[in-house]
């Protein structure tokens, strides 16, 4: 028996309350009642076959509370005339709050509409699409608003997240809810006050004109004589991006490795240097107007990630060449293959046409399922013989 229950009705309820709907209308949405919910009867043979189980159904339809029973007349040629339920109506918010128990968070909910209508309306549109994302908030959602409020007097300030001077606020309480304070920021904010370029949670700070933590870049040069500083230690450097931007290193290739060992063990060779490409993205590195003058050489793992971030390094830096990601490298290390946990599958469009064969080959298992030769599995005596072909190539 599938008849409409009275548990089968809060259920209804209870949806339109998960979905939003409810509480959308205390923030000025149109209102969702009176709403008919869906009723499911016996059928003609069912009145004539369970009559004693269609007269319970509908004693405990109508023995329910906080909805309207709308009874129909129906003729049957064996037990005559009976009314029976035919329609079910929520005709209120508050029967459908008392329906589902409800009462308490939409006056919570109310309360934050109220707060949020006369402090800060351009809320308001967030607040009936996320209202159950809003009560989690409640006891944040004043903060929140102080936090708008802020910016909307101090656009693109241009200081830390530190510097916000506002009694309860702090550091991590805007980094943890900058996925809602960058939809109100959004509503709240004109357009000249908003970075379109910055978009993620990772370019927050960007987007709003605060200041960011300076991105490190870590490098070494690779030649003695070009030195930055005094002395003879191997001199592993790590500055600001805008100060690596205005160096005048007199380099003439720069390796980028995403290995630190690899980093640190990169050999000696003329007029180059090595940065170690962890922890930042390549548009720091294109910044530097120099580094487009080098030949700038790019050593991933040979795996399709490794590829994939060829392929984006190339977005800025064009000229970028991959050095020791080709299929001899990777055939003469069978004993060190390992497997890509996630390969990736999408095209690059950036590869080289011997790139983009071995790329092909990895991504459709056509050596090994999921293979992956990691930069640091490579053998020393492999790196030192193409770093010489690569001197002696162009330097001699």
């Known amino acids: ?94 029967d459908a709050l008392a329906l589902i128990g409800k009462r308490r968070d939409a006056e919570r909910f109310a309360e934050l509409a109220a707060i949020t209508r006369n402090r800060q309306s351009s809320a308001l549109p967030w607040l009936a699409k996320h209202p159950l994302k809003a009560l989690e908030l409640a006891n944040h959602w004043p903060l929140l608003l102080d936090v708008v409020d802020w910016l909307q007097t101090h656009q693109r300030p241009s200081v830390y997240l530190r510097q916000i001077d506002i009694p309860g606020v702090h550091t991590k309480f805007i ?37 960011d933590k300076p991105v490190r870049i870590r490098f070494r040069i690779l030649d003695p004589e070009l030195a930055l500083l005094p002395g003879t230690t191997d001199q592993d450097i790590t500055l600001d991006h805008d100060t690596f931007a205005l160096l005048d290193p007199k380099v003439a290739r720069v390796f980028v490795t995403e290995n630190e060992i690899n980093f640190l063990a990169f050999p000696n060779l003329p007029r180059s240097m090595v940065v170690f490409g962890a922890g930042y993205g390549f548009d720091s590195l294109a910044k530097a107007a120099w580094l487009h003058r080098c030949a700038v050489h790019y050593w991933g793992d040979i795996d399709t990630h490794g590829f994939a971030i060829l392929d984006q390094l190339r977005t800025y830096l064009p000229h970028a060449e991959s050095f020791l990601m080709d299929r001899e490298t990777l055939m003469a290390h069978p004993s060190q293959w390992v497997t890509e946990p996630q390969p990736v599958r999408r095209d690059l469009p950036r590869l080289t046409r011997e790139e983009q064969a071995l790329y092909d080959d990895l991504r459709d298992n056509r050596i090994r399922p999921s293979l992956r030769l990691e930069q640091e599995r490579i053998g020393f005596g492999w790196i030192e013989a193409a770093l010489d072909r690569l001197r002696f190539g162009r330097d001699g």
């Open 1 to 94: 028996m599938t008849w409409t229950t009275p548990t089968d009705l809060r259920a209804q309820v209870q949806k339109l309350w998960d979905k939003g709907l409810i509480l959308a209308s205390l923030a000025g949405c149109e209102t969702v009642f009176p709403r008919r919910l869906t009723l499911k009867g016996p059928s003609s043979s069912e009145l004539a076959d369970r009559f004693e189980q269609v007269r319970t159904w509908i004693a405990d339809l109508r023995q329910g509370a906080h909805y309207r029973v709308v009874m129909r007349e129906v003729r049957h040629r064996v037990l005559g005339a009976n009314r029976i339920p035919d329609e079910i109506w929520i005709d209120t918010l508050d």
């Open 175 to 211: 980094e943890t809810h900058r996925s809602v304070l960058s939809e109100l920021l959004d509503l709240a904010l004109p357009p000249d006050a908003i970075d379109a370029d910055a978009v993620g949670l990772g370019q927050f700070c960007r987007r709003y004109g605060f200041r």
